[in-house]
């Protein structure tokens, strides 16, 4: 028999990445759905069994984290051996403008799941998606020691969430691990992120759909890795004898600016000639620079990682031109749901 676990979040960039890596791993996989006036599952759509498939490897749920009591009868249900808890108001600058919200989901959230763990009695391992956002103001290299100094609305209810994990960890012997993620992007990363604008519309503005970008602050330092491999340390943590936080980076910073050199470069466009500045896409407080120090989870968990943010940016406008051109010829279906 092999092992059940639930994700919640599973229809965004990790929870899909993470849903097929189980799957491999000849898990169960169940996922937390949030309802949505239209079709929230995109990025699980090729991985999607129909409910009448008998010995069905992946379960889709109705619920949300906002919901205590829909998250003890969802555990209770399916009993877990391990959760990940990637669900969340993600995006910072969003925050700024529903702080509230993002403190319920992304803050108290958390906490609902820790409590309705507690409150369905089931043995689990849970992981939590704690964030390089949560350093905030704290200079970089940044490490499992460095003292948090959020800057955003998002960054505040990550620490809450990081801290109640420990908490739960320290005061019930809950097998309850942070995973501290340095920014990690994909082909399936949302399109309001900034790497993902980017590469949206380089594809765009080659193939003439697209004339202007406008982007905020340009000189924001990142650390950006490959989603894929980061969902990797997210299982690697849960394998571990005892729970422990550990952050997850490539140590290799990058502008904005860099990135978007770098993947108007790669289609010989220049990108000077096409973007420009608007305030709107800056933040009321910024976080200048995350440069991760990973060397615990090299030494304990053997994660490295492969690609860089250079390499990140040609997979991306790659694919981003590969959809594009799918979207073009009308061969991309929707499947319904
Ligand atoms: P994402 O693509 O924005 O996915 C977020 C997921 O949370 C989506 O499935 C979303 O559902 C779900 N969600 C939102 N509100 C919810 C609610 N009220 N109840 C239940 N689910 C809800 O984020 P990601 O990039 O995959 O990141 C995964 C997690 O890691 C997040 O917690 C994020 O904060 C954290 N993190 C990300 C990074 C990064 O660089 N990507 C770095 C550090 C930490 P819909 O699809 O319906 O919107
Ligand atoms: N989104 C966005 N849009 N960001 C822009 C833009 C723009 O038009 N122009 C400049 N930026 C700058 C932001 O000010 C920020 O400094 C940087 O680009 C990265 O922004 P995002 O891609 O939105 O990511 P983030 O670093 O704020 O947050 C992501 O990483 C965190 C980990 O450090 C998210 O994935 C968070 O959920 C995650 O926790």
Wanted: proline share 5%; hydrophobic share 40%; aromatic share 10%.
């Amino acid at each position: 028999m092999g092992k059940t676990a639930l994700i919640t979040g599973v229809t965004g960039q990790d929870g899909s990445y993470l849903a097929e890596l189980l799957i491999a791993k000849e898990y169960t996989v169940h996922g937390l759905v949030r309802r949505s006036s239209s079709f929230n599952t995109e990025r699980i759509d090729h991985i999607y069994q129909d409910p009448q498939q008998p010995g069905r490897t992946m379960i889709l749920h109705h619920a949300d984290l906002s919901d205590g009591v829909a998250l003890v009868n969802l555990l209770r249900e399916v009993r877990p051996d391990e959760v990940y808890n990637l669900g969340a108001q993600s995006h910072v600058r969003v925050s700024f403008d529903s702080p509230m919200y993002t403190g319920d989901v992304t803050g108290l959230g958390t906490l609902r799941l820790l409590e309705a763990i507690r409150a369905s009695g089931i043995d689990t391992r849970i992981y939590q998606a704690s964030s390089s956002e949560m350093f905030g103001a704290a200079p970089p290299p940044q490490n499992e020691r460095t003292p948090f100094h959020p800057r955003s609305p998002y960054g505040c209810a990550k620490v809450y969430s990081y801290w109640s994990t420990v908490n739960y960890r320290e005061a019930y012997g809950m097998f309850a691990v942070n995973g501290i993620l340095f920014n990690h992007e994909s082909p399936r990363r949302g399109e309001t992120f900034v790497t993902r604008k980017i590469t949206r519309a380089v594809a765009r503005i080659r193939a003439g759909l697209q004339e202007r970008l406008y982007l905020g602050n340009l000189d924001a330092v990142r650390d950006w890795g490959y989603a894929p491999e980061y969902v990797e340390a997210m299982w690697r943590m849960l394998q571990r004898d005892e729970p422990d936080d550990y952050v997850v980076a490539t140590g290799v910073p990058a502008t904005v600016r860099d990135f978007l050199h770098a993947a108007f470069a790669s289609c010989g466009l220049d990108w000077a000639r096409h973007v420009l500045f608007d305030p709107k896409y800056e933040r009321p407080s910024e976080v200048d620079a995350l440069v991760g120090d990973a060397s615990k989870a090299r030494d304990l968990l053997g994660w490295q990682p492969a690609v860089r943010w250079r390499e990140l940016a040609g997979l991306m406008v790659e694919a981003d031109i590969a959809a594009l051109e799918e979207e073009l010829s009308g061969a991309r279906v929707r499947i319904d749901r």
